[in-house]
């Protein structure tokens, strides 16, 4: 619950009241200011009754009956004596002396209308003045008999008006009285606690009495249902009771406002007194209703008001509601967005203000989204929360540089510059280099790793970079193997473009980054001499830079710079070859040690693929290293294929190898060779047994086998032999039978192309006298002959056929070969 209390000079602020001292969390709807000026000076010599709100003007009447019409500042613009009706518009008038108290008026919503020229007057009776069709004025009771009128209220068509026994509402259209609302509490007085009444719209009425609220709906009866009963109806569609007794009511949208009088008791004294009066929005519900927000309004002299004393009048359209007291009149209106921003700074939720602005950017006019940020940023600093401070300046500064200077040297000042630095601009806007200068030395001074990040984020154009060289100079005076400084150091004079220097660092830490280096800033006459130390660092990615690049690092060069280091020579070459087996062919002889020495499972391959090698330099070394695998492949290179097998059979021992080596080499004295020396040796026998049978006629090898050796597994070699020849003749046979089927079947083909008819029109011309192949006279008989190259001629420009070759063939087609042409067809006639 918000709360609000005057002071002497007319401002309203919170109660000092100790019960109700606790600020709400919940933001109040509307804000409160006195109406001054001359209400002030009438309530110091009179007290306020009454008043009553119309387009920008206020009629406020006073307990010496007097009614003064004021402007929405409190100005007095007129003052009555009497019951007047005055156009503020128009020099119209009425004014009437009455001979009873008059307790209320109220005039037709439409009195500017000429057709809606009346009002109604409460007393003890109820008047309708009418102005006639002469001018005149007339007066009619539409109610009396029960009391004094103390209420009323005009909306359209309807008037609803409340005395002691209840509230009635009169149709002025059908001059008919449509309903009567009862009061439910008798007990108390209805001149000490008057009804309220406001039209919501021009159906619904809500009535207030005491503690209870009626909302009213007036609706159109059925023409069924009328008889002698009035047109209209009305139903109670919600009825409630609150815990205070109400003075007043408005509408506000779909909710309530209600200003309500309250008593409390005195915790010491236990007596009962007059407490502030309450201004509250609810929600009406069917039987109940929810308080959306309540607030205690402190006006002069609470302490001796009754319920009577306090009316609500309530501006139309505009969500102005005027609370009057007899020594008072308070204006509350709804909160704007200046006022939503007010109340979230008052309760230090920057981020929400700072939220809210932005959105209502356009609406907003005391404050300033750049103001609220930096209040926020300046609240994170005193919570000591720095880092979530720093990363807002990124939102709330923008491309402000000076601010942005400002608000670094206020976190130098509490030591926290380390806080800002991930977040400082380092495009647009641009700082001061001192700034970058000042964060980069405070973090040299106690973060090597935070210093290293900077320099590696932060563009080398942002600060003074040979400052900062020397600074890091300086600390490794102290630290000489400091890998981080050194890093960074490297790092450093690549953005000086000193990159020889760089490049030595780079090589002595060993860092991923020096072929990076080499490749972005073209290095590459600065790593002739540092090659063994790229090669060592990483060989793999040290040879393909070389290679991808030996237009700028000769081959020779890195072979040369490579002579004391075989092993890493071999590596280079060994790539080479791979990308290229021509390239590095005079370094062939060379490559044929080291891969002996350094990579044998690649000398077979190499010997395979190089054609550049001397084959007799290779086989030297392989005999002498007794590489008997690539002895063999060079003595069969070299033409002496017996010696090879021989050294497969004696050196080896693996018949399997040896087979191989004789099916690739398909020589007759080498199978010969190979029966000769497995003859005697059993395993030998066998494994030529099952390897032999589509290579040599296997007779040749059973013959020689001696009568009573030992052969293990000889039926299935010879089962497997009988197969592997059933298996040859099966596939003869199928290939007999294919190839026959396919003569058969383009022999048909062909027969069916001779046999077709070819068409010969007019159009056509011999090929040797090149007049048309068919007469003009089609009655003449003619011969033609046709070949099946499509070639025409008549039969006496071909030459005769002689004894020895009967068949004819076309004169052009055999000029080349005897081809599709020599076939022909004949056509006489």
Not at 179 to 188: A, E, G, M, W, Y
Not at 700 to 718: C, Q
Not at 782 to 806: A, D, G, N
């Amino acid at each position: 619950m918000a709360e609000a209390e005057e002071q002497e000079n007319g401002s309203l602020e919170e109660s000092t009241d100790e019960s109700e001292e606790e600020e709400s969390e919940e933001e109040p709807k509307l804000k409160y200011e006195r109406l001054s000026n001359g209400v002030t000076e009438i309530l110091q010599k009179d007290a306020a009754s009454c008043m009553t709100v119309h387009d920008k003007f206020l009629a406020l009447g006073t307990h010496y009956g007097k009614v003064y019409l004021l402007d929405v500042q409190g100005n007095i613009t007129q003052k009555f004596d009497i019951v007047q009706v005055f156009g503020l518009y128009s020099g119209e008038e009425f004014h009437e002396t009455f001979d009873c108290p008059i307790k209320i008026i109220a005039v037709h919503p439409h009195f500017v209308r000429s057709s809606c020229k009346q009002f109604v007057t409460g007393g003890k009776k109820l008047l309708l003045f009418e102005r006639s069709w002469m001018s005149r004025w007339k007066s009619s009771v539409l109610h009396e008999g029960e009391g004094n009128i103390r209420s009323v209220k005009w909306r359209g068509h309807l008037i609803a008006w409340a005395n002691n026994m209840g509230v009635k509402i009169f149709d002025i259209t059908s001059k008919q009285r449509i309903t009567n609302v009862p009061r439910d509490d008798i007990s108390l007085r209805p001149d000490m606690y008057p009804c309220s009444l406001c039209w919501k719209d021009s159906v619904t009425l809500i009535i207030g009495w005491g503690p209870s609220v009626k909302i009213c709906s007036v609706k159109e009866r059925h023409a069924s249902e009328m008889r002698d009963l009035p047109s209209r109806y009305v139903e109670i569609v919600s009825q409630f009771e609150t815990e205070f007794y109400i003075s007043g009511l408005a509408p506000l949208c779909d909710q309530l406002v209600v200003l309500s009088y309250v008593k409390e008791v005195s915790e010491k004294t236990e007596r009962e007194y007059c407490a502030r009066p309450r201004l509250d929005i609810i929600q009406p519900l069917s039987e109940t209703c929810e308080e959306i927000s309540s607030d205690a309004l402190t006006v002069r002299g609470f302490q001796e008001n009754e319920c009577r004393d306090y009316h609500l009048e309530y501006s139309e359209g505009e969500s102005l509601f005027y609370i009057v007291s007899p020594r008072d009149v308070v204006v509350a209106k709804e909160r704007d967005q200046d006022d939503h921003i007010d109340w979230l700074l008052e309760k230090k939720k920057y981020e929400e203000a700072l939220m809210a602005a932005e959105i209502s950017q356009k609406n907003i006019k005391r404050h300033k989204i750049l103001d609220i940020g930096l209040a926020y940023i300046n609240h994170l600093v005193e919570k000591g929360e720095y880092d979530i401070a720093a990363r807002k300046c990124q939102k709330i500064l923008g491309k402000n540089a000076a601010l942005w200077e400002y608000e670094v040297y206020k976190f130098k000042e509490i030591g926290q510059l380390k806080a800002i630095s991930p977040y400082l601009p380092r495009g647009d806007p641009v700082l001061k280099p001192l700034i970058y200068e000042m964060i980069l030395h405070e973090f040299l001074e106690s973060d090597y790793e935070g210093f290293a990040t900077l320099i590696r984020e932060w563009p080398g154009d942002l600060y003074n970079n040979s400052v900062i060289v020397q600074a890091v100079r300086d600390h490794l005076k102290k630290d000489s193997q400091n890998r981080t400084l050194l890093k960074t150091l490297a790092e450093l004079y690549t953005y000086d473009k000193n990159y020889g220097n760089a490049l030595e660092i780079y090589l002595t830490l060993r860092h991923k980054d020096v072929f990076q280096l080499i490749h972005k800033h073209n290095l590459f006459s600065s790593i002739k001499d540092k090659i063994v130390l790229l090669m060592d660092f990483d060989s793999e990615k040290a040879v393909d830079m070389l290679l991808d690049n030996e237009d700028k690092i000769s081959i020779k060069k890195v072979v040369e710079e490579l002579e004391d280091r075989p092993e890493l020579q071999h590596v280079y070459l060994h790539k080479l070859f791979k990308r290229d087996h021509h390239k590095g062919q005079r370094y062939h002889e060379k490559q044929i040690s080291l891969y002996a020495e350094f990579d044998r499972p690649n000398l077979l391959p190499f010997l395979r693929d190089s054609i550049h090698c001397p084959l007799e330099k290779a086989l030297e070394i392989c005999q002498q290293r007794n590489f008997v695998e690539e002895t063999v492949y060079l003595l069969s290179r070299m033409g002496n294929s017996r010696s090879a097998l021989k050294m497969i059979m004696e050196e080896l021992h693996d018949v399997d190898k040896a087979i191989d080596f004789a099916k690739e080499q398909d020589d007759g004295e080498l199978w010969e060779d190979l029966i000769l020396y497995s003859i005697d040796k059993p395993p030998f026998i066998t494994g030529l047994l099952n390897n032999i049978g589509t290579h040599v006629d296997p007779i040749l090898l059973i013959h020689r086998i001696k009568e009573g050796m030992e052969i293990p597994n000889l039926r299935d070699s010879l089962v497997k032999i009988l197969q592997d020849y059933n298996l040859q003749i099966l596939l003869r046979e199928g290939c007999k039978k294919i190839l026959v089927a396919d003569s058969l079947s383009l022999l048909k083909k062909m027969h069916r192309t001779q046999m077709k008819g070819i068409l010969v029109d007019e159009e056509d011309i011999c090929e040797s006298c090149l007049s048309p192949i068919l007469p003009s006279d089609a009655a003449k008989p003619f011969s033609v002959v046709v070949f099946h190259c499509r070639h025409m001629f008549h039969k006496e420009c071909l030459p005769m056929t002689s004894m020895s070759s009967p068949v004819q063939f076309c004169n052009i087609c055999s000029a080349k070969h005897r081809g599709p042409g020599s076939a022909i067809l004949e056509m006489k006639k």
